[in-house]
């Protein structure tokens, strides 16, 4: 397939945006590049179906040993494989083609789940019988998922800077918010009720046909071979980029603010808990608990106009995550204030709590959409303060951060909501990144003055 030419200009600047557009998502990175266009649309249809897996694993484990612990674990185990994954998939985007790199990542990703199919199928079989299957093979599937996602997606993000325009990046940032707002709200929302209608096994199997949507983005990419010498994959060139991330003090910010947010935050490893104890509802209040925070994220998105507008992104960021920290707090405190509440808990709608649900399905909106303008000013930063032979190796970071934080998180949450409650990570976790947050940012002056307009890494 011949090489797609990158735009060589952008369309109208933001600042020629009058009226209400100015406020909503700009749609100009869809029209400049098909390129980023197919790659976005296929990534939102093929990305609903990989967060049903998510919420479906965490169901299926919970169903199997019931315990919230053993639902953290499904994210700790595949911890340091991501994050070898996430170095090196980072180095192999950077040294070969990086649409290659991307087919094969994302045909094992498909091939995984596939496999979670099997497995569910299996468990669905014994089941009848009265035993369930091993656990273990659940999470050994999950990590070779993960391992894999985490080089498609560290590939992904260093892929968006050579088909579009640089000043186009942050409304690329921003759309990409939309879409993962939608695999957010739809995945787990359909993962509830597939799991709860037609079972787990199913609800896999829906994951590995949607697959085909986004697997179409990414062979219709051009052909997107290392610009400049060719060298070798491998030690000299991690230890490359590692030392470019030593140099880089506002990019590095950017991965330990994240990762403080992600570990002390997250409540998501709670869901299956909540829904079964708690709150009632079952698989189908964990589906709405995580589509509530996609919406969050999705409304922030649609209204980002104004992010073409904000340069001082480091303090965008740390008061985006502080925010954060508020409504994670507030979730703990509703969890609390629940435990005391007179509710017999049972499977279905009719069983759930509802002004418990609905708080904390506001507490996770603010989450998302607090999340999302971090995200957005995180991932351009890197995008536009790395020079392009850089930006796989910290595209895969970034990855590690934002996927490995969350399971960091997991593991956090599912410890403590087990020696102690489950209302007391969450309330804890948000005290803790509003402070951490507050002393970082004091503390580092190169990121309370970054500056767009003159990126520094």
């Not at 994240?258 to 869901?271: C, E, K, N, Q, S």
């Not at 303008?373 to 536009?384: D, G, K, L, N």
Request: charged residues 10%.
């Amino acid at each position: 397939m011949p090489p797609e030419p990158s735009p060589a200009s952008s369309p109208s600047p933001a600042s020629e945006r009058r009226g209400l557009s100015r406020h909503l998502v700009d749609l100009a990175p869809l029209r400049a590049s098909p390129a980023f266009a197919r790659l976005w649309i296929g990534g939102a249809i093929s990305g609903i179906g990989a967060f049903m897996t998510q919420v479906a694993v965490g169901l299926q484990v919970y169903e199997i040993t019931e315990s919230t612990f053993m639902v953290g674990l499904v994210g700790g185990i595949a911890l340091v494989p991501m994050i070898i994954a996430g170095l090196w998939g980072g180095v192999i985007a950077d040294v070969f083609d990086r649409r290659r790199v991307l087919i094969v990542a994302s045909l094992t990703a498909w091939a995984s789940t596939v496999a979670l199919a099997a497995l569910s199928f299996h468990d669905q079989h014994l089941h009848a019988d009265g035993t369930h299957a091993a656990v273990w093979p659940f999470f050994v599937v999950t990590t070779l998922s993960a391992v894999a996602s985490t080089v498609s997606n560290a590939t992904r993000g260093s892929v968006v800077g050579r088909i579009l325009p640089a000043d186009m990046i942050s409304r690329a940032t921003a759309l990409n918010g939309i879409s993962f707002g939608v695999m957010l709200t739809v995945g787990p929302a359909l993962a509830g009720v597939l799991a709860a209608g037609v079972g787990l096994p199913w609800t896999f199997t829906v994951d590995a046909v949607l697959f085909s949507a986004g697997f179409l983005g990414i062979w219709m990419l051009p052909s997107l071979p290392r610009l400049g010498e060719r060298v070798e994959a491998g030690w000299p060139v991690l230890k490359e980029g590692l030392a470019f991330l030593r140099r880089s003090p506002n990019i590095r910010m950017s991965f330990v603010v994240d990762i403080i947010a992600m570990t002390f935050g997250r409540p998501y490893v709670l869901f299956p808990a909540l829904g079964a104890t708690l709150v009632g509802g079952g698989a189908l209040t964990v589906g709405a608990l995580a589509a509530a925070g996609a919406v969050g994220t999705m409304l922030t998105s649609l209204f980002s106009g104004p992010v073409a507008r904000v340069h001082r992104h480091g303090v965008a960021i740390s008061r985006a995550i502080q925010v954060f920290g508020v409504f994670a707090a507030l979730f703990g405190l509703t969890t609390l204030v629940a435990s005391a509440v007179e509710h017999e808990p049972a499977e279905g709608w009719g069983g759930v709590h509802w002004p418990t649900l609905a708080v904390l399905a506001l507490c996770m909106a603010g989450m998302g959409a607090a999340d999302e303008v971090s995200a957005i000013f995180r991932q351009t930063m890197i995008i536009q303060a790395a020079p392009d032979e850089m930006r796989g190796r910290l595209q895969g970071v970034f990855v590690v951060v934002v996927t490995g934080g969350p399971r960091l998180g997991d593991m956090y949450a599912g410890a403590l909501a087990a020696a102690v409650a489950l209302w007391f990570p969450p309330l804890l976790g948000g005290v803790l990144v509003i402070a951490l947050i507050a002393i970082l940012t004091r503390a580092q002056r190169a990121w309370r003055e970054y500056d767009a307009q003159a990126p520094t890494p």
